[in-house]
């Protein structure tokens, strides 16, 4: 354990920082999930509204490098595409 106030403070940060990363990875993974879910229900509004919060946040995690630049386009690109070939 740290001793010095500057490490305590450190480690608090850290452990904040890292607490919001996961949160944020756990909400791209659910946001996926979410689109892979609508598309399979057939419910075009949904699907739709629940891409563009995927996207938003699949860019957020990309831009914090949680997520890597290539898997982020690969993962949108496949959903886009899923959610219009529902036409």
Excluded: C, F, W
Aim: zero cysteines; a positive charge; glycine letters at 4%.
């Amino acid at each position: 354990m740290a001793n010095i106030k500057s490490a305590k403070k450190d480690i608090r940060r850290t452990r904040k920082v890292t607490e919001n990363n996961h949160e944020l990875k756990a909400r791209v993974r659910n946001n996926i999930k979410a689109v892979d879910k609508a598309v399979a229900a057939g419910d075009k509004k949904l699907a739709g509204e629940t891409l563009k919060t995927m996207q938003k946040n699949i860019d957020k995690a990309t831009a914090k490098g949680l997520v890597k630049k290539n898997t982020a386009s690969r993962e949108k690109a496949r959903l886009n595409k899923k959610v219009k070939e529902m036409n």
